[in-house]
């Protein structure tokens, strides 16, 4: 979640889980969790199904930020930073 608020020009930072165990540790740390409907296979339909109940549309942003995958995180920080000036 640190290395998502890095990012210039984010409006939000939110995690989509299932588990209501994510959810309150995702709370406890400040930030926002959507919990999803445990018949999502994976985290893209979970964001998927986020988008949705945001009401977001084509001109908006998601960024899929695997928690498992830190390096991933970090090096698309990293990259988006240089990208956006």
């Known amino acids: 979640m640190d290395v998502a608020w890095k990012v210039g020009g984010v409006d939000g930072v939110y995690v989509t889980t299932d588990d209501d165990w994510i959810s309150a540790a995702v709370e406890g740390y400040g930030c926002t969790a959507l ?11 979970r964001v998927a199904e986020a988008a949705r109940m945001f009401g977001l ?15 991933s ?3 698309f920080h990293r990259q988006y930073s240089q990208l956006s000036g």
Do not use: I, K
Request: aromatic letters at 4%.
């Open 35 to 45: 919990l999803t409907g445990a018949s999502c296979r994976n985290e893209t339909e």
């Open 73 to 75: 995180a970090f090096g």
């Open 57 to 71: 549309d084509d001109d908006d942003l998601v960024v899929n930020l695997q928690g498992d995958a830190p390096p």
